[in-house]
């Protein structure tokens, strides 16, 4: 079984959308939860870490269920820009270990 | 600037000669990783680094070894490579102490034949 878990998409969504991804994480020991970008093949760049209260970036929102094991990220009012992979990632022991989803593929169409 | 650096970008060679990717990070970073990302399998952690000398396995260590005999500098090295090694290897370091965000490096992208 997989430690992180993500639906692959693709997402194709008009701009202005909101759409949301979820990722679910196997081991109830995980410690931080963030999520990544990637854009075509580039190295991946944090787009924010997952808090227990949730936590907001401008238009990204993150959350954390603990008792579900999963997190998820909206992004309200899509921009052309937004068009990436989106990774979930998790850090199983603090410092050591982390886990990445296969990502969610979005396309913001015009 | 601040950034993560790996040599080289682009690599191809044959199976069983040794290399080494460098990657190197001048934000006196603690924390270093390396790892690669294949189609359908997204990001495998292979081998990281908690400070100097200090060197644990990720998900998928078979195959490659790593040193950290300073703090800026975590060469990935590939004894005898194989062709099921052919991959995009990242390295990414953080600042460990007080941050798990990850500044990754351009990728090396190697192919074995």
């Known amino acids: 079984r997989k430690e992180v878990e993500q639906d692959p998409g693709p997402f194709n969504v008009p701009e202005g959308a909101t759409v949301a991804f979820n990722c679910t994480y196997s081991n109830s020991a995980s410690q931080s939860f963030f999520w990544y970008r990637q854009d075509c093949r580039k190295e991946p760049k944090l787009l924010m870490s997952v808090y227990s209260s949730g936590n907001e970036d401008g238009r990204f929102t993150a959350q954390l269920n603990r008792a579900s094991q999963y997190i998820s990220l909206l992004i309200r009012d899509s921009k052309l820009s937004d068009s990436a992979t989106y990774l979930c990632?998790?850090?199983?022991?603090?410092?050591?270990?982390?886990?990445f989803g296969t990502g969610t593929s979005l396309t913001v169409i015009p | 600037e601040a950034q993560v650096t790996q040599n080289p970008r682009y690599l191809i060679t044959v199976t069983g000669k040794k290399l080494t990717v460098t990657c190197s990070q001048n934000?006196?970073?603690?924390?270093m990783s390396w790892y690669r990302q294949d189609p359908g399998l997204g990001l495998r952690q292979i081998y990281y680094?908690?400070?100097?000398?200090?060197?644990d396995k990720g998900d998928v260590p078979e195959g490659y070894k790593v040193s950290r005999k300073e703090k800026r500098n975590f060469p990935l090295i590939l004894e005898s490579p194989s062709p099921n090694q052919t991959s995009l290897y990242f390295c990414a370091s953080s600042l460990y102490r007080d941050s798990y965000e990850q500044y990754f490096g351009p990728g090396t992208r190697l192919t074995v034949t």
């Open positions: 680094s908690m400070n100097v000398e200090v060197t």
């Open positions: 990632v998790v850090n199983i022991k603090r410092g050591g270990q982390f886990y």
């Open positions: 934000m006196n970073h603690e924390y």
